[in-house]
Nanobody, 115 residues
Framework: QVHVVESGGGLVQPGGSLRLSCAASGSVSDIYSTAWYRQAPGKEREFVAAITSGSVTNYLDSVKGRFTISRDNAKNTVYLQMNSLKPEDTAVYYC?????????WGQGTQVTVSS
């Protein structure tokens, strides 16, 4: 079993920055990929970014060049640095940790981009 907890969300003005954190506990050595998803009101949950245990990354086209996913293995934490935020980035952001058997979701953290 893996448990993930997100933090770092909040209210930010357009053009601002936030850093989200996803802290994992439990069988963390079984995790081969960690991803961020987001869900805006009235919309389906969508993939934002992912990083593998080998630090290979992948991004949603609309966040490329603005968002950076990274990992700190010593802290069992994956980060999502979000720069140049836009109102359309407003959503609940969820962390997803995958093992060969299951995917584990966190409770989400709200990001609101508004002036």
């Amino acid at each position: 079993q893996v448990h993930v907890v997100e933090s770092g969300g909040g209210l930010v003005q357009p053009g601002g920055s936030l850093r989200l954190s996803c802290a994992a506990s439990g069988s963390v050595s079984d995790i081969y990929s960690t991803a961020w998803y987001r869900q805006a009101p009235g919309k389906e949950r969508e993939f934002v970014a992912a990083i593998t245990s080998g630090s290979v990354t992948n991004y949603l086209d609309s966040v490329k060049g603005r968002f950076t996913i990274s990992r700190d293995n010593a802290k069992n934490t994956v980060y999502l640095q979000m720069n140049s935020l836009k109102p359309e980035d407003t959503a609940v952001y969820y962390c997803n940790a995958r093992t060969t058997l299951m995917a584990f979701w966190g409770q989400g953290t709200q990001v609101t981009v508004s002036s």
